[in-house]
């Protein structure tokens, strides 16, 4: 089989959307819970520590099972493995619901999250089987609306039940669509994707597990703990040693469970890099913005989410039309125009202030995610073309493996950066205050917009570095070579 070659003479349509939809609940799912954790706390009598597992979990739980994605997907066939998927994470968000204690509705999502793990390489390596490389922009646009816009309608949607309804409602929504995909998928998906008698490594899910585990845990921490807490550097340096461990592992072995070894093309190692890069400012916007609009300028949850409705909306728009652009033009003046967007609107979100309006914050938002959806699918795809289809589950799990793990890194960064900032002007506000100045929580507010400030400040020269590099990106062509000019 040749590098352009597809199993599918005609793209399984049908099936690959109902592949969407069983992506896209399971994507939801990730943010849908987040504002209800005060109201989780409040109904099991739990503390925020605690609470919190239920997202960091679910992180921890995808960091794990998705590095050995390309394993599951060469060894199992795409039918088997999204019926099984698609059946833990509807059995999970049974349970969630019906959960009478918070032990329970822990166990619940991390069986959800085994089961959301899967969707997301699932669903790419179809892709990449279903369509040959001149369509696969189209294709991955389609796509990019799973992926950006999912994660972005949870906030609003949860927002929005969580005011009006208990927060099972939220497992309530998700359960028929889980329940109608699932059904659907055991009478009609088929396979498509080809299998390998591949063995398991066990050792080296181990040390994959506690590598990359290790390491979402520990940035995840860092925010709340602080980088001194024993448990948040000794877990990311547990971590790193298994992941350089697992990595000479991988390079030793004829049949890795990870190949690294695909980074020796380099349009997927610079898109890589580039989405690494991205990743970790991007995270400026979904951390920042709603402690800004909650904490300093006092809206509520249902407004914070309401801002990002929009851009959303926007990037659902823009992510088929960049893929037919992508197909047409390439990804190099799509990803730096898109970058430009990007770096310009997060360097006007470093000049935020009490007199900004909620309109403006929504169109500079929404243009930033303009912006977004001009890059990441493109830059992504156009790395995965370089890649043999026999490598395309090493670059779909490397790809999904990477954006976790950034995540991870950019949230912890940028919240230290901004707490560091905002204690160091606390201090200076304080100390040139005068005894009858405003009260402690309008200098604290003082002195936390500075820290917010300056953190999508630090988001902006990240996201610059991503832009110097979109110059050095070159179009794969349907053989998978680079093209020059």
Known sequence: M???????????????????????????????????????????????????????????????????????????????????????????????????????????????????????PLLMNIMLTAFPIEKRGTAMGIFGMVMFVAPALGPTLSGWIVEHYSWRMLFDIVLPFAIITLIYSIFKLKNITPQRAIKLDVFSIILSSIGFGGLLYGFSSAGDKGWGAPLVYGTIIVGVIALIWFTVRQLRSDDPMLEFRIFKFPMFTLSSLISVVLSIALFSGMILMPIYIQTIRG????????????????????SPITGKLFDKYGPRLLAISGLI??????????????????????????????????VMMPIMTNGLNQLPMKDNPHGTAMNNTLQQVSGAIGAALLITVMNNRTESSLAEISASASPDAASQTLLLNEAMLNGINFSFFVSTLIAALALILAFFVRRVGTDGKVIKK
């Open 341 to 374: 967007i990007v770096v310009v609107t997060t360097f006007f979100f470093s000049r935020l202030d009490m007199e900004i309006s909620y309109l403006n914050m929504i169109i500079l938002f929404t243009i930033r995610n303009l912006g977004m959806s001009m």
């Open 2 to 120: 040749n590098h352009t070659a597809s199993l599918q003479e005609k793209p399984p349509y049908g099936m690959i959307a109902i592949l969407f939809i069983g992506a896209f609940v399971s994507i939801l799912n990730e943010t849908l819970l987040n504002i209800a954790l005060p109201a989780i706390m409040a109904e099991f009598s739990v503390k925020p520590t605690a609470v919190q597992w239920l997202s960091t979990g679910y992180m921890l739980i995808n960091g794990i099972l998705i590095p050995a994605s390309a394993f599951f997907v060469q060894r199992f066939s795409n039918r088997s493995l999204f019926i099984t998927a698609m059946g833990l994470f509807t059995a999970g968000t049974l349970l969630a619901s019906l959960s009478p204690t918070f032990g329970i509705l822990l166990t619940a999502r991390m069986i959800q999250a085994a089961g959301s793990a899967m969707m997301m």
């Open 299 to 318: 809206y509520s949850p249902m407004d914070a989410g309401l801002l990002m409705l929009p851009g959303a909306v926007v990037m659902g728009i823009m």
